[in-house]
T-cell receptor, first 114, second 117 residues
Framework: AAGVIQSPRHLIKEKRETATLKCYPI?????VYWYQQGPGQDPQFLIS???????DKGSIPDRFSAQQFSDYHSELNMSSLELGDSALYFC?????????????FGPGTRLTVL | GENVEQHPSTLSVQEGDSAVIKCTYS??????FPWYKQELGKRPQLIID?????GEKKDQRIAVTLNKTAKHFSLHITETQPEDSAVYFC????????????????FGTGTLLAVQP
């Protein structure tokens, strides 16, 4: 079965640079969530989208922005990167209706800020 | 906001023994409680979930119980195997209608399960 796809899988950036993370949800899934997981930490919710509209917002820094496109893929844009942004970034997707609360996670993007 | 506490933080068992991980949540509006297994550097993998209209659910060696009155839910793994070794996260969410649907997951702090052969 098709799963959530994330790219790139690994990303190395310098401080103050920008980064763009991409997420392709499971086919027919219309809701996308972004989570940030620091070393030894639990995943922290950043932001979510449903039908291309932002549906909820968590502890996402103002330096970060995200959107969902017409094909339902989503991009997380991160600017003025800081050392503390180094983490695993997961995207998850779900489908409205039925078990809409069930989220399936992608493989993650490991971001390292030097 | 919602807060989820998870215990223990580490758990070591002998192969074949049972393992129990417990979570409590704070928001009585929460109605969905998944459990994820995460191996080092990998994605969280959904292993079982339970909704608030059910008190117990079982899938082979894995079971989850929910006590809504006490705001507790627990993961039970029987006949543990070395491949069960991983970090296990509980999570909670409540249905939030915002033009459509969204329900962010609030995770517990994780339990590192080590199954000794």
């Amino acid at each position: 079965a098709a799963g959530v796809i994330q790219s790139p899988r690994h990303l190395i950036k310098e401080k103050r640079e920008t980064a763009t993370l991409k997420c392709y949800p499971i086919p027919r899934h219309d809701t996308v969530y972004w989570y940030q997981q620091g070393p030894g930490q639990d995943p922290q919710f950043l932001i979510s989208f449903y039908e291309k509209m932002q549906s909820d917002k968590g502890s996402i820094p103002d330096r970060f922005s995200a959107q969902q496109f017409s094909d339902y893929h989503s991009e997380l844009n991160m600017s003025s990167l800081e050392l503390g942004d180094s983490a695993l970034y997961f995207c998850a997707s779900s489908q409205y209706g039925g078990n809409a609360d069930t989220q399936y996670f992608g493989p993650g993007t490991r971001l390292t800020v030097l | 906001g919602e807060n989820v506490e998870q215990h223990p933080s580490t758990l070591s068992v002998q192969e074949g023994d049972s393992a129990v991980i417990k979570c409590t949540y704070s928001d009585s509006a929460s109605n969905y409680f998944p459990w994820y297994k995460q191996e080092l550097g990998k994605r969280p993998q959904l292993i079982i979930d339970i909704r608030s209209n059910v008190g117990e659910k079982k899938d082979q060696r894995i079971a989850v119980t929910l006590n809504k009155t006490a705001k507790h839910f627990s993961l039970h793994i029987t006949e543990t195997q070395p491949e069960d070794s991983a970090v296990y996260f509980c999570a909670a969410s409540g249905w939030l209608n915002y033009g459509g649907a969204t329900n962010k997951l609030i995770f517990g702090t994780g339990t590192l399960l080590a199954v000794q052969p």
